[in-house]
Protein backbone atom coordinates (compact mmCIF):
# COMPACT_ATOMS: atom_id res chain seq x y z
CA UNK A 1 0.00 0.00 0.00
CA UNK A 2 1.31 3.56 -0.76
CA UNK A 3 1.92 5.61 2.26
CA UNK A 4 -0.23 8.68 2.23
CA UNK A 5 1.11 11.83 1.55
CA UNK A 6 2.67 14.16 4.17
CA UNK A 7 1.71 17.36 4.04
CA UNK A 8 2.28 20.33 6.20
CA UNK A 9 0.27 23.69 5.92
CA UNK A 10 2.16 26.33 7.61
CA UNK A 11 -0.16 28.96 8.64
CA UNK A 12 -3.90 28.42 10.04
CA UNK A 13 -6.13 31.40 8.76
CA UNK A 14 -8.94 30.85 6.58
CA UNK A 15 -6.60 29.47 3.64
CA UNK A 16 -4.76 27.22 5.90
CA UNK A 17 -8.01 25.64 6.79
CA UNK A 18 -9.71 25.64 3.54
CA UNK A 19 -5.49 23.81 2.66
CA UNK A 20 -5.84 21.47 5.94
CA UNK A 21 -10.06 20.36 5.43
CA UNK A 22 -9.63 19.84 1.62
CA UNK A 23 -6.16 17.98 1.88
CA UNK A 24 -7.50 15.67 5.02
CA UNK A 25 -10.55 14.97 2.53
CA UNK A 26 -8.16 13.62 0.09
CA UNK A 27 -6.74 11.11 2.54
CA UNK A 28 -3.43 12.89 2.92
CA UNK A 29 -1.48 13.18 6.35
CA UNK A 30 -1.83 16.79 7.24
CA UNK A 31 0.13 19.10 10.18
CA UNK A 32 -1.00 21.89 10.26
CA UNK A 33 1.36 24.44 11.97
CA UNK A 34 -0.04 27.84 13.38
CA UNK A 35 2.00 30.63 15.46
CA UNK A 36 -0.81 31.99 17.24
CA UNK A 37 -2.70 30.63 20.36
CA UNK A 38 -5.38 30.22 17.67
CA UNK A 39 -6.43 29.32 14.46
CA UNK A 40 -8.11 32.35 12.10
CA UNK A 41 -5.80 34.28 11.29
CA UNK A 42 -7.27 38.19 10.61
CA UNK A 43 -10.63 36.24 10.81
CA UNK A 44 -10.76 35.40 14.36
CA UNK A 45 -12.38 36.43 17.83
CA UNK A 46 -10.78 36.88 21.04
CA UNK A 47 -11.45 35.99 24.33
CA UNK A 48 -11.17 39.59 26.40
CA UNK A 49 -11.81 38.16 29.87
CA UNK A 50 -14.49 41.10 30.28
CA UNK A 51 -18.37 40.57 30.36
CA UNK A 52 -21.20 40.36 28.34
CA UNK A 53 -21.50 41.93 25.59
CA UNK A 54 -17.62 42.10 25.28
CA UNK A 55 -16.45 38.84 27.11
CA UNK A 56 -15.79 37.68 22.81
CA UNK A 57 -14.63 40.39 20.42
CA UNK A 58 -13.58 39.59 16.53
CA UNK A 59 -10.47 41.40 15.89
CA UNK A 60 -12.83 43.43 12.92
CA UNK A 61 -16.29 42.90 11.76
CA UNK A 62 -16.07 40.94 8.78
CA UNK A 63 -18.83 40.82 5.77
CA UNK A 64 -19.57 37.94 3.25
CA UNK A 65 -21.81 37.83 0.16
CA UNK A 66 -23.56 35.11 -1.06
CA UNK A 67 -21.17 34.99 -3.92
CA UNK A 68 -18.75 33.60 -1.68
CA UNK A 69 -19.40 30.17 -2.48
CA UNK A 70 -16.52 28.54 -1.47
CA UNK A 71 -16.35 29.81 2.01
CA UNK A 72 -19.94 28.60 2.47
CA UNK A 73 -19.67 25.30 1.59
CA UNK A 74 -16.09 24.84 3.87
CA UNK A 75 -18.57 25.94 6.39
CA UNK A 76 -21.15 23.52 5.70
CA UNK A 77 -18.84 20.77 5.19
CA UNK A 78 -17.57 21.34 9.07
CA UNK A 79 -21.17 21.44 9.92
CA UNK A 80 -21.98 25.14 10.36
CA UNK A 81 -25.93 26.15 10.15
CA UNK A 82 -25.36 28.71 7.57
CA UNK A 83 -29.37 30.11 8.64
CA UNK A 84 -27.88 29.98 12.66
CA UNK A 85 -24.21 31.87 11.41
CA UNK A 86 -25.38 34.56 9.19
CA UNK A 87 -28.08 37.28 8.89
CA UNK A 88 -28.69 36.82 5.46
CA UNK A 89 -30.60 39.75 3.40
CA UNK A 90 -30.55 41.07 -0.08
CA UNK A 91 -27.98 43.85 -0.52
CA UNK A 92 -29.65 47.25 1.48
CA UNK A 93 -26.82 50.07 2.15
CA UNK A 94 -29.05 51.80 4.89
CA UNK A 95 -28.01 54.87 6.10
CA UNK A 96 -28.70 56.61 9.70
CA UNK A 97 -31.30 59.03 8.84
CA UNK A 98 -32.48 57.31 5.02
CA UNK A 99 -32.87 54.12 3.10
CA UNK A 100 -30.29 53.84 1.03
CA UNK A 101 -30.07 51.77 -2.59
CA UNK A 102 -31.55 48.49 -1.75
CA UNK A 103 -31.91 45.43 -3.84
CA UNK A 104 -34.96 43.52 -3.77
CA UNK A 105 -34.93 39.63 -3.37
CA UNK A 106 -34.46 37.43 -7.05
CA UNK A 107 -32.20 37.70 -9.54
CA UNK A 108 -29.55 39.70 -9.05
CA UNK A 109 -29.31 41.17 -12.64
CA UNK A 110 -32.99 42.11 -12.45
CA UNK A 111 -33.01 43.14 -8.78
CA UNK A 112 -30.25 45.88 -9.49
CA UNK A 113 -31.87 47.21 -12.28
CA UNK A 114 -35.50 47.16 -10.49
CA UNK A 115 -33.44 48.32 -6.91
CA UNK A 116 -31.73 51.50 -8.85
CA UNK A 117 -35.06 52.53 -10.97
CA UNK A 118 -36.93 52.70 -7.26
CA UNK A 119 -34.30 54.26 -5.71
CA UNK A 120 -35.75 57.65 -5.66
CA UNK A 121 -33.10 59.41 -3.58
CA UNK A 122 -31.04 60.09 -6.79
CA UNK A 123 -33.03 61.84 -9.57
CA UNK A 124 -34.06 59.68 -11.75
CA UNK A 125 -31.17 60.71 -14.54
CA UNK A 126 -28.59 59.73 -11.98
CA UNK A 127 -30.34 56.41 -12.21
CA UNK A 128 -30.57 56.01 -15.74
CA UNK A 129 -27.02 56.44 -15.70
CA UNK A 130 -25.73 54.40 -13.39
CA UNK A 131 -27.93 51.85 -15.12
CA UNK A 132 -26.44 53.02 -18.66
CA UNK A 133 -23.07 52.24 -17.32
CA UNK A 134 -23.47 49.38 -15.48
CA UNK A 135 -25.07 47.96 -19.11
CA UNK A 136 -21.15 49.47 -20.64
CA UNK A 137 -19.64 47.02 -17.99
CA UNK A 138 -21.65 44.05 -18.91
CA UNK A 139 -21.06 44.11 -22.23
CA UNK A 140 -17.24 44.99 -22.20
CA UNK A 141 -17.26 41.46 -19.72
CA UNK A 142 -16.56 43.28 -17.02
CA UNK A 143 -13.09 44.20 -18.34
CA UNK A 144 -11.25 47.47 -18.19
CA UNK A 145 -7.88 48.50 -19.07
CA UNK A 146 -5.56 46.83 -15.52
CA UNK A 147 -4.49 50.60 -14.77
CA UNK A 148 -7.40 51.80 -14.35
CA UNK A 149 -8.94 53.10 -11.05
CA UNK A 150 -12.08 52.93 -9.18
CA UNK A 151 -12.98 56.32 -9.65
CA UNK A 152 -11.39 56.75 -13.33
CA UNK A 153 -13.89 53.81 -14.02
CA UNK A 154 -16.89 55.88 -12.39
CA UNK A 155 -15.56 58.87 -13.25
CA UNK A 156 -19.14 59.94 -15.97
CA UNK A 157 -20.99 58.96 -12.89
CA UNK A 158 -23.09 61.36 -10.55
CA UNK A 159 -21.55 62.29 -7.58
CA UNK A 160 -24.43 61.13 -5.54
CA UNK A 161 -24.10 57.50 -7.59
CA UNK A 162 -20.42 57.59 -6.37
CA UNK A 163 -20.57 58.69 -2.82
CA UNK A 164 -23.57 56.66 -2.22
CA UNK A 165 -22.98 53.51 -3.83
CA UNK A 166 -19.77 53.22 -5.55
CA UNK A 167 -17.39 54.72 -2.62
CA UNK A 168 -18.89 52.52 0.02
CA UNK A 169 -18.62 49.31 -2.10
CA UNK A 170 -15.47 50.02 -3.31
CA UNK A 171 -13.90 50.23 0.32
CA UNK A 172 -15.45 47.53 1.49
CA UNK A 173 -14.92 44.93 -1.29
CA UNK A 174 -10.94 46.74 -1.64
CA UNK A 175 -10.49 47.92 1.35
CA UNK A 176 -8.89 50.63 -0.76
CA UNK A 177 -10.11 54.15 -1.27
CA UNK A 178 -11.78 54.21 -4.99
CA UNK A 179 -9.21 56.87 -6.12
CA UNK A 180 -6.28 54.00 -5.70
CA UNK A 181 -7.93 50.84 -6.08
CA UNK A 182 -7.99 48.26 -9.21
CA UNK A 183 -11.02 48.86 -10.95
CA UNK A 184 -11.17 45.42 -12.72
CA UNK A 185 -10.65 44.23 -9.24
CA UNK A 186 -13.60 45.95 -8.56
CA UNK A 187 -15.46 44.73 -11.63
CA UNK A 188 -14.71 41.14 -11.12
CA UNK A 189 -16.70 41.76 -7.72
CA UNK A 190 -19.99 43.29 -8.90
CA UNK A 191 -19.43 40.26 -11.55
CA UNK A 192 -19.86 37.51 -9.12
CA UNK A 193 -21.67 39.17 -7.07
CA UNK A 194 -24.47 40.28 -10.06
CA UNK A 195 -24.04 36.62 -12.16
CA UNK A 196 -23.47 33.72 -9.49
CA UNK A 197 -26.82 32.64 -9.31
CA UNK A 198 -29.96 33.81 -7.16
CA UNK A 199 -28.63 35.06 -3.90
CA UNK A 200 -25.55 35.91 -5.00
CA UNK A 201 -25.39 40.21 -4.18
CA UNK A 202 -26.79 39.11 -0.51
CA UNK A 203 -25.04 40.61 2.29
CA UNK A 204 -24.40 37.89 4.77
CA UNK A 205 -23.84 39.21 8.61
CA UNK A 206 -22.07 37.02 10.93
CA UNK A 207 -24.34 36.49 13.73
CA UNK A 208 -21.51 34.09 15.41
CA UNK A 209 -17.91 35.02 17.11
CA UNK A 210 -15.94 35.25 14.16
CA UNK A 211 -14.02 32.26 15.39
CA UNK A 212 -17.29 30.07 15.83
CA UNK A 213 -17.88 30.48 11.95
CA UNK A 214 -14.76 28.30 10.65
CA UNK A 215 -11.65 28.34 12.99
CA UNK A 216 -13.70 26.13 15.97
CA UNK A 217 -15.46 23.92 13.76
CA UNK A 218 -12.84 23.10 11.46
CA UNK A 219 -9.99 22.43 14.35
CA UNK A 220 -12.89 19.75 15.69
CA UNK A 221 -13.31 18.62 12.37
CA UNK A 222 -9.26 18.58 11.69
CA UNK A 223 -8.73 16.64 15.56
CA UNK A 224 -11.48 13.87 15.13
CA UNK A 225 -9.78 13.06 11.87
CA UNK A 226 -6.20 12.74 13.50
CA UNK A 227 -4.53 15.70 12.39
CA UNK A 228 -1.74 17.21 13.84
CA UNK A 229 -2.75 20.48 14.63
CA UNK A 230 -0.27 22.85 16.64
CA UNK A 231 0.19 25.93 17.75
CA UNK A 232 1.98 28.42 18.65
CA UNK A 233 4.43 27.62 16.86
CA UNK A 234 6.12 29.68 14.39
CA UNK A 235 7.96 27.93 11.66
CA UNK A 236 11.54 29.54 11.48
CA UNK A 237 13.04 27.64 8.23
CA UNK A 238 12.56 25.42 5.39
CA UNK A 239 14.73 23.73 3.43
CA UNK A 240 14.71 21.23 0.49
CA UNK A 241 14.88 17.70 1.05
CA UNK A 242 15.42 14.85 -1.35
CA UNK A 243 12.11 15.19 -3.47
CA UNK A 244 10.39 16.71 0.09
CA UNK A 245 10.58 19.34 2.29
CA UNK A 246 12.23 20.05 5.82
CA UNK A 247 10.30 22.41 8.06
CA UNK A 248 12.39 23.07 10.98
CA UNK A 249 14.03 19.95 10.04
CA UNK A 250 10.98 18.17 9.80
CA UNK A 251 10.23 15.55 7.02
CA UNK A 252 7.69 16.21 4.39
CA UNK A 253 6.79 15.36 0.71
CA UNK A 254 4.43 18.66 0.12
CA UNK A 255 4.71 21.78 1.36
CA UNK A 256 1.82 24.51 1.79
CA UNK A 257 2.85 27.92 2.94
CA UNK A 258 -0.88 30.10 4.44
CA UNK A 259 0.97 32.08 5.92
CA UNK A 260 1.20 36.14 5.80
CA UNK A 261 3.27 37.31 2.59
CA UNK A 262 5.70 38.58 4.99
CA UNK A 263 6.53 35.69 6.70
CA UNK A 264 6.13 33.49 3.47
CA UNK A 265 8.77 35.61 1.62
CA UNK A 266 11.38 35.61 5.00
CA UNK A 267 10.66 31.67 4.64
CA UNK A 268 11.48 31.92 0.67
CA UNK A 269 13.84 34.50 0.39
CA UNK A 270 16.69 31.36 -0.38
CA UNK A 271 14.89 29.00 -1.83
CA UNK A 272 13.14 31.07 -4.79
CA UNK A 273 14.17 34.43 -4.27
CA UNK A 274 12.70 36.17 -7.15
CA UNK A 275 8.90 34.22 -5.54
CA UNK A 276 10.06 36.27 -2.33
CA UNK A 277 10.75 39.31 -3.97
CA UNK A 278 6.86 39.46 -5.25
CA UNK A 279 5.47 38.98 -1.93
CA UNK A 280 7.58 41.29 0.11
CA UNK A 281 6.56 44.57 -2.21
CA UNK A 282 3.05 44.36 -1.44
CA UNK A 283 1.95 46.57 0.19
CA UNK A 284 -0.94 47.06 3.00
CA UNK A 285 -4.13 49.02 4.33
CA UNK A 286 -5.53 49.04 7.81
CA UNK A 287 -8.63 48.55 9.38
CA UNK A 288 -9.68 49.82 12.42
CA UNK A 289 -12.67 48.92 14.67
CA UNK A 290 -14.30 51.20 17.43
CA UNK A 291 -16.58 49.04 19.44
CA UNK A 292 -18.94 51.55 21.48
CA UNK A 293 -20.98 50.57 24.26
CA UNK A 294 -24.05 52.21 24.87
CA UNK A 295 -26.81 49.94 27.00
CA UNK A 296 -30.69 50.31 25.81
CA UNK A 297 -29.52 51.91 22.24
CA UNK A 298 -30.22 50.31 19.01
CA UNK A 299 -29.56 51.45 15.67
CA UNK A 300 -32.06 51.42 12.33
CA UNK A 301 -30.66 48.82 11.21
CA UNK A 302 -27.97 45.69 11.93
CA UNK A 303 -26.03 47.56 9.28
CA UNK A 304 -25.46 51.49 8.56
CA UNK A 305 -23.71 53.30 6.00
CA UNK A 306 -22.26 56.48 6.69
CA UNK A 307 -21.28 59.30 4.88
CA UNK A 308 -17.18 59.18 5.74
CA UNK A 309 -15.27 62.40 5.35
CA UNK A 310 -12.59 64.77 7.39
CA UNK A 311 -14.50 64.56 11.10
CA UNK A 312 -16.48 61.33 10.10
CA UNK A 313 -13.81 58.20 10.14
CA UNK A 314 -16.54 55.18 10.07
CA UNK A 315 -17.99 54.06 6.79
CA UNK A 316 -20.14 51.50 8.58
CA UNK A 317 -21.73 50.53 11.82
CA UNK A 318 -22.69 47.53 13.05
CA UNK A 319 -25.69 46.98 15.86
CA UNK A 320 -24.34 43.73 17.42
CA UNK A 321 -27.16 43.04 19.88
CA UNK A 322 -29.38 43.22 16.66
CA UNK A 323 -26.97 40.55 14.89
CA UNK A 324 -26.25 38.26 18.13
CA UNK A 325 -28.92 35.34 18.92
CA UNK A 326 -30.36 35.87 22.26
CA UNK A 327 -29.29 39.83 23.19
CA UNK A 328 -26.18 38.92 24.66
CA UNK A 329 -24.83 41.52 22.58
CA UNK A 330 -27.00 43.83 22.86
CA UNK A 331 -25.55 47.56 23.40
CA UNK A 332 -22.95 46.54 21.61
CA UNK A 333 -21.73 48.11 18.81
CA UNK A 334 -18.61 48.22 16.07
CA UNK A 335 -18.13 51.64 13.96
CA UNK A 336 -15.63 50.54 10.82
CA UNK A 337 -13.00 52.84 9.54
CA UNK A 338 -11.69 50.51 6.19
CA UNK A 339 -8.59 52.02 4.15
CA UNK A 340 -7.51 53.64 7.12
CA UNK A 341 -3.85 54.72 6.94
CA UNK A 342 -4.67 58.68 7.46
CA UNK A 343 -6.35 57.70 10.90
CA UNK A 344 -3.92 55.07 11.74
CA UNK A 345 -1.22 58.18 11.77
CA UNK A 346 -3.48 60.71 13.65
CA UNK A 347 -3.29 57.70 16.05
CA UNK A 348 -5.96 55.34 17.72
CA UNK A 349 -6.92 56.92 20.88
CA UNK A 350 -7.84 60.36 19.02
CA UNK A 351 -9.72 58.37 16.37
CA UNK A 352 -11.50 56.15 18.88
CA UNK A 353 -12.85 59.77 20.05
CA UNK A 354 -13.83 61.22 16.27
CA UNK A 355 -15.73 58.28 15.87
CA UNK A 356 -17.54 58.98 19.20
CA UNK A 357 -18.46 61.70 17.89
CA UNK A 358 -19.33 60.90 14.54
CA UNK A 359 -21.68 58.61 16.49
CA UNK A 360 -23.18 61.12 18.83
CA UNK A 361 -23.69 63.64 15.79
CA UNK A 362 -25.36 60.92 13.50
CA UNK A 363 -27.17 58.59 15.60
CA UNK A 364 -29.67 58.67 18.70
CA UNK A 365 -28.33 56.58 21.59
CA UNK A 366 -30.48 55.45 24.60
CA UNK A 367 -27.69 56.29 26.64
CA UNK A 368 -24.26 58.29 26.36
CA UNK A 369 -22.17 55.73 24.12
CA UNK A 370 -18.97 55.21 25.35
CA UNK A 371 -15.82 53.54 24.04
CA UNK A 372 -15.24 50.24 25.05
CA UNK A 373 -11.63 49.41 22.36
CA UNK A 374 -9.94 50.62 19.79
CA UNK A 375 -8.66 47.38 17.64
CA UNK A 376 -6.19 48.18 14.68
CA UNK A 377 -5.12 45.48 12.27
CA UNK A 378 -2.26 48.25 10.23
CA UNK A 379 -2.17 44.61 7.45
CA UNK A 380 -5.46 44.22 7.51
CA UNK A 381 -4.87 43.72 3.94
CA UNK A 382 -3.34 44.51 0.76
CA UNK A 383 -3.71 47.53 -1.15
CA UNK A 384 -5.86 46.30 -3.88
CA UNK A 385 -4.15 49.15 -6.88
CA UNK A 386 -4.21 48.97 -10.34
CA UNK A 387 -1.75 46.34 -12.38
CA UNK A 388 -0.36 45.02 -9.06
CA UNK A 389 1.49 42.19 -9.42
CA UNK A 390 0.51 39.36 -6.78
CA UNK A 391 2.77 36.20 -6.33
CA UNK A 392 2.05 33.28 -8.19
CA UNK A 393 0.42 30.26 -5.84
CA UNK A 394 3.20 27.81 -7.14
CA UNK A 395 6.74 28.48 -5.76
CA UNK A 396 8.83 25.24 -5.97
CA UNK A 397 7.81 21.45 -7.20
CA UNK A 398 6.05 20.30 -3.99
CA UNK A 399 6.14 23.92 -2.42
CA UNK A 400 3.01 26.46 -2.80
CA UNK A 401 1.55 29.26 -1.21
CA UNK A 402 -1.65 29.72 -0.14
CA UNK A 403 -3.49 33.19 1.17
CA UNK A 404 -6.24 36.23 0.32
CA UNK A 405 -2.75 37.68 -1.95
CA UNK A 406 -1.58 35.48 -4.13
CA UNK A 407 -2.64 35.41 -7.70
CA UNK A 408 -6.41 35.30 -8.01
CA UNK A 409 -9.38 37.44 -9.20
CA UNK A 410 -10.50 38.76 -5.81
CA UNK A 411 -9.18 41.80 -3.65
CA UNK A 412 -8.26 39.99 -0.26
CA UNK A 413 -10.77 38.77 1.18
CA UNK A 414 -11.91 35.19 2.75
CA UNK A 415 -13.63 33.81 -0.33
CA UNK A 416 -10.44 34.88 -2.07
CA UNK A 417 -8.46 33.24 1.15
CA UNK A 418 -10.35 29.99 1.09
CA UNK A 419 -9.86 29.72 -2.92
CA UNK A 420 -6.13 29.83 -2.62
CA UNK A 421 -6.21 27.05 0.07
CA UNK A 422 -8.95 24.72 -1.21
CA UNK A 423 -6.36 25.08 -5.06
CA UNK A 424 -3.17 24.58 -3.06
CA UNK A 425 -4.86 21.22 -2.15
CA UNK A 426 -5.69 19.79 -5.05
CA UNK A 427 -2.29 20.77 -6.69
CA UNK A 428 -0.50 18.89 -4.44
CA UNK A 429 -2.79 16.39 -4.05
CA UNK A 430 -2.82 15.74 -7.94
CA UNK A 431 -1.94 12.32 -9.30
CA UNK A 432 0.83 12.24 -11.37
CA UNK A 433 0.41 12.26 -15.51
C1 LIG B 1 -10.32 44.01 10.40
C2 LIG B 1 -10.50 43.19 9.15
C3 LIG B 1 -11.72 43.22 8.48
C4 LIG B 1 -11.89 42.46 7.32
N1 LIG B 1 -13.10 42.45 6.71
C5 LIG B 1 -13.34 41.57 5.71
C6 LIG B 1 -14.65 41.41 5.19
O1 LIG B 1 -15.59 42.08 5.60
N2 LIG B 1 -14.84 40.47 4.23
C7 LIG B 1 -13.81 39.68 3.75
O2 LIG B 1 -14.05 38.80 2.90
N3 LIG B 1 -12.55 39.84 4.22
C8 LIG B 1 -12.29 40.75 5.18
N4 LIG B 1 -11.02 40.88 5.70
C9 LIG B 1 -9.92 40.14 5.06
C10 LIG B 1 -9.85 38.69 5.56
O3 LIG B 1 -9.84 38.65 6.97
C11 LIG B 1 -8.57 38.09 5.01
O4 LIG B 1 -8.58 38.17 3.61
C12 LIG B 1 -8.40 36.61 5.38
O5 LIG B 1 -8.66 36.39 6.74
C13 LIG B 1 -6.99 36.19 5.04
O6 LIG B 1 -6.75 34.85 5.39
P1 LIG B 1 -5.35 34.14 5.11
O7 LIG B 1 -5.48 32.76 5.58
O8 LIG B 1 -4.96 34.40 3.70
O9 LIG B 1 -4.28 34.96 5.98
P2 LIG B 1 -4.13 35.11 7.56
O10 LIG B 1 -5.47 35.17 8.17
O11 LIG B 1 -3.23 36.26 7.77
O12 LIG B 1 -3.45 33.76 8.04
C14 LIG B 1 -2.07 33.58 8.09
C15 LIG B 1 -1.75 32.78 9.34
O13 LIG B 1 -0.39 32.37 9.31
C16 LIG B 1 0.12 32.44 10.62
N5 LIG B 1 1.59 32.51 10.51
C17 LIG B 1 2.33 33.54 10.02
N6 LIG B 1 3.64 33.22 10.03
C18 LIG B 1 3.73 31.95 10.52
C19 LIG B 1 4.83 31.06 10.75
N7 LIG B 1 6.09 31.40 10.48
N8 LIG B 1 4.55 29.83 11.27
C20 LIG B 1 3.28 29.46 11.55
N9 LIG B 1 2.20 30.28 11.34
C21 LIG B 1 2.43 31.49 10.81
C22 LIG B 1 -0.54 33.71 11.19
O14 LIG B 1 -0.49 33.71 12.60
C23 LIG B 1 -1.93 33.58 10.62
O15 LIG B 1 -2.81 32.88 11.48
C24 LIG B 1 -10.82 41.67 6.81
C25 LIG B 1 -9.59 41.66 7.49
C26 LIG B 1 -9.42 42.40 8.64
C27 LIG B 1 -8.12 42.37 9.36
Redesign the pocket.
Known amino acids: MIPPTRLAV???????IAAAVSACQQGAQVTL????GQL????RSLATGETPPFAQLD??????IGAYSQSLALMQALGVDLGQAFLRTPLRLRYPRHEGLQLPAGAPLTSFARGVLAYRNWPLLARLRLLAAAGGWLLRGFHCPPTWTVQGLTAGLPECVRQDLIEPLCVAALNTPAAQASAQTFLRVLHDALFSGPGSADLLLPRLPLSELLATPAQNWLQARKTDVRLS???QQLSRSGSGWLVDKEYFDQLIL???AV?AAR?CADIQPAWAAQAAQLRYEP?I?VYLHSPGSTLPAPMLALQEGPLAPAQFAFDLGQLGQQGERSGAFAFVISGAAAWVDKGLAATGEQVLAQALRELDWASPPRIQRVLA?KR??FACTPGLQRPPREIAPGLQAA??YVQGPYP??????VRAGMAAARQALKKPG
Open positions: IGGGWAGIEMAGGRANGQHILQRVACSELITEATGDATLEGA
